[in-house]
């Protein structure tokens, strides 16, 4: 049985960070893009960063460039999510996906995920 496990959320103040991490098991990712998405309360399920096989190729959603970091570590099947300077608007769960099709390149579309974890919640006080 396939599982994406996300951890390391929580409540911190604005301008602070936090390392998610999120945790494969029941089979190997290491030749699949991943990525990170998130849903703030009342909205939509958005992308915010995705990663290929290798960590050679990222994106990122313009709202976290510069502050936001995806980075793998095949050995371990995980994936982070460094956040660094946090705003009040980051403030959503955060869910790791697995797109099984792609390997080498990446893409923003959710519909492409087909794996997903459980989220972790994320919080920023202002």
């Known amino acids: 049985q396939v599982q994406l496990v996300e951890s390391g959320g929580g409540l911190v103040q604005a301008g602070g960070s936090l390392r998610l991490s999120c945790a494969a098991s029941g089979r190997t990712f290491s030749r699949n893009a991943m990525g990170w998405f998130r849903q703030a309360p009342g909205k939509e399920r958005v992308f915010v960063a995705a990663i290929n096989w290798i960590g050679s190729s990222t994106s990122y959603a313009d709202s976290v460039k510069g502050r936001f970091t995806i980075s793998r570590d095949n050995a371990k099947n995980t994936v982070y999510l460094q956040m660094n300077s946090l705003k009040p608007e980051d403030t959503a769960v955060y869910f790791c996906?697995?797109?099984?099709?792609?390997?080498?390149?990446?893409?923003?579309?959710?519909?492409?995920?087909?794996?997903w974890g459980q989220g972790t919640q994320v919080t920023v006080s202002s």
């Open positions: 996906a697995v797109d099984s099709a792609r390997t080498t390149v990446v893409t923003t579309r959710e519909a492409a995920f087909d794996y």
